[in-house]
């Protein structure tokens, strides 16, 4: 049974950081592509970033330059550093492996997630 557990979200103001973390168990997830998607309320699941199997790195332009992302295989484990968070971050977070390795933004094409971290950030 493959799992992924996310941690690391919480409440922070405006301006400041937090480091997301999401631990994957039960296969080997070399060669998946795994990443970062969000959710706020009354919106639609959103694509935040995702490195594919070459490790090559993907944001959303709404992230791009205050966060980013990187994994440790010895630990499959990836994490997502968010820096100059804003008030419009707001939103649960969910981690999501996709089995095909390539680049999505597509939530749909990724095979398992996370049960989500709530991420608040009050201006």
């Known amino acids: 049974q493959v799992q992924l557990v996310e941690s690391g979200g919480g409440l922070v103001q405006a301006g400041g950081s937090l480091r997301l973390s999401c631990a994957a168990s039960?296969?080997?997830?070399?060669?998946?592509?795994m990443g970062w998607f969000r959710q706020a309320p009354g919106k639609e699941r959103e694509f935040v970033s995702v490195?594919?199997?070459?490790?090559?790195?993907y944001y959303a332009d709404s992230v791009k330059g205050r966060f980013t992302l990187y994994r440790e295989n010895a630990k499959n484990t990836v994490y997502l550093q968010m820096n100059s968070l804003k008030p419009e971050d707001t939103a649960v977070y969910y981690c999501?492996?996709?089995?095909?390795?390539?680049?999505?933004?597509?939530?749909?094409?990724?095979?398992?997630w996370g049960q989500g971290t709530q991420v608040t950030v009050s201006s």
């Open positions: 999501a492996s996709r089995v095909r390795g390539y680049y999505s933004s597509d939530s749909t094409h990724y095979d398992y």
């Open positions: 039960g296969r080997t997830f070399s060669g998946h592509a």
């Open positions: 490195m594919d199997w070459s490790s090559r790195t």
